[in-house]
């Protein structure tokens, strides 16, 4: 039920790049810091990780998720973070009901993979707000996680802060470790500003169909995860939403930086 004294909830999509981003003094670890500055205090947050892609459907639902270190062949200090949030049993049951007839099975193996963590100790450094994470199911086509998604609109009115994790372009064989500030190739550009304009002009059920896009889609997303949490906040996106871009910039050339905030206006804000 809406509480009238609570403010719709913001969504947020962050590009969460390669681990290596979390640690260190990088312009992205710094903008995610100031973004979460900037965020109202939730209840309780939602991740829709990229690192969480099986083909299963299933919600977090342990008092105390683990940390998980989801990558190889990086420095120790990588693996030694710990992102002790509490997660939310009974907010795991009402996604579950929300997302029916979808058939989203409680999950108490799972916890917080990187794609979470990764932001979450920068958007929330003290790890006091309780997350839980939502599956996603590769059997499913990129319309369906966009009406999943739109199912999940009432938890903006509850105090939800609902964050995807991905990467609007996610080319990792093209990836170039030597050279971080390598400029972007023409279909990466070309791709991440096809998905501006949708996000802007409020088409966002196109982004559904960015398969239809060619080869700038293949190449930007060779791989449905890293885009697919993005959807998740299209599918969320109201008329009383402004559309903003926290973070952008390309890493190693072919990774996509760029994160997304639906920041909900005042009714004396929204143009008539």
């Known amino acids: 039920m809406k509480n009238p004294d609570r403010p719709l909830m913001p969504v947020v999509f962050i590009g969460h790049g390669n681990p290596m981003l979390t ?24 991740v829709i990780s990229a690192h969480w892609y099986i083909p299963e459907m299933r919600v977090t639902a342990m008092q105390t998720p683990r940390t998980i270190h989801d990558f190889y062949g990086f420095p120790d200090a990588l693996f030694q973070i710990e992102y002790p949030a509490a997660g939310n049993p009974e907010l795991a049951e009402q996604v579950a009901d929300l997302l029916l007839p979808d058939k989203f099975a ?33 059997r499913k086509a990129p319309e369906e996680h966009y009406r999943i998604g739109q199912k999940l609109a009432s938890l ?23 050279e971080q500030q390598k400029e972007p190739p023409s279909w990466a550009v070309d791709f991440e500003a096809w998905n501006r304009e949708n996000l802007l002009s409020g088409k966002t059920e196109e982004l559904a169909g960015y398969l ?24 969320l996106k109201t008329p009383q939403d402004e559309v903003n871009f926290p973070v952008e910039g390309f890493d190693g050339g072919t990774m996509s930086m760029l994160s997304v905030l639906l920041n909900p206006q005042t009714t004396s804000e929204v143009p008539a």
């Open 23 to 46: 640690i260190g003094n990088n312009r992205y670890a710094r903008s995610w810091e100031e973004l979460g500055r900037k965020l109202p205090q939730p209840k309780a947050i939602l």
């Open 106 to 138: 409680a999950d108490y193996q799972w916890g917080l993979d990187h794609g979470a963590w990764a932001v979450l100790r920068h958007l929330y450094p003290h790890a006091q707000i309780p997350v839980i994470q939502v599956s996603l199911d590769l």
């Open 212 to 235: 239809s896009r060619g080869e700038m889609a293949n190449l930007s997303a060779p791989s449905p995860d890293h885009y697919l949490p993005l959807l998740y906040l299209a599918a």
């Open 156 to 178: 903006r009115e509850e105090g939800v802060l609902i964050i995807g994790s991905g990467n609007i372009v996610h080319n990792l064989p093209s990836f170039d470790w030597r």
